[in-house]
């Protein structure tokens, strides 16, 4: 009698490339949680993790990247590294190391899902 076939696992590309970087992203806020934060040592994992993805050219996970400086590299903890401000459907959330702003409108966003269940192909609401 023959054996049952178990199902295939779906591959993921560059799976342990994925999981490097996200090790780098926690190694990188454990050290911002340190009695004395080191941001030497934040920095250098950020832009190993960055250096990761672009020599394998994958894509940082929008939600890593909206948490990284894009000016000086330190991951923004609020409170620690960064300061948000919510003000007229703006968010504006300023690095406390370089002082970069970074502004994303609130106003007029649905969550995704909500927008995929209230539009359809035509463009009608059903």
Same mark, same amino acid.
Not at 22 to 48: A, I, K, M
Not at 92 to 112: D, E, I, N
């Given at each position: 009698?023959?054996?049952?076939?178990?199902?295939?696992? =779906?591959?993921?590309?560059? =799976?342990?490339?994925?999981?490097?970087?996200?090790?780098?992203?926690?190694?990188?806020?454990?050290?911002?949680?340190?009695?004395?934060?080191?941001?030497?040592?934040? =920095?250098?994992?950020?832009?190993?993790?960055?250096?990761?993805?672009?020599?394998?050219?994958?894509?940082?996970?929008?939600?890593?990247?909206?948490?990284?400086?894009?000016?000086?590299?330190?991951?923004?903890?609020?409170?620690?590294?960064?300061?948000?401000?919510?003000?007229?459907?703006?968010?504006?959330v300023s690095c406390l190391c370089c002082a970069h702003k970074?502004?994303?409108?609130?106003?007029?966003?649905?969550?995704?899902?909500? =927008?995929?269940?209230?539009?359809?192909?035509?463009?009608?609401?059903?």
């Amino acid at each position: 009698m023959s054996t049952p076939k178990q199902p295939k696992k =779906r591959q993921v590309p560059h =799976r342990e490339a994925y999981e490097r970087m996200n090790f780098l992203f926690q190694l990188g806020l454990q050290c911002l949680q340190l009695p004395e934060p080191n941001l030497d040592l934040c =920095r250098h994992y950020v832009l190993t993790l960055r250096a990761i993805a672009r020599r394998l050219v994958l894509r940082i996970d929008p939600l890593l990247k909206r948490q990284i400086c894009k000016n000086c590299s330190v991951i923004l903890q609020p409170g620690s590294t960064s300061r948000i401000k919510l003000k007229h459907g703006k968010q504006t959330v300023s690095c406390l190391c370089c002082a970069h702003k970074h502004t994303v409108h609130l106003q007029g966003r649905a969550p995704a899902t909500a =927008r995929a269940a209230t539009s359809t192909r035509s463009g009608l609401v059903t």
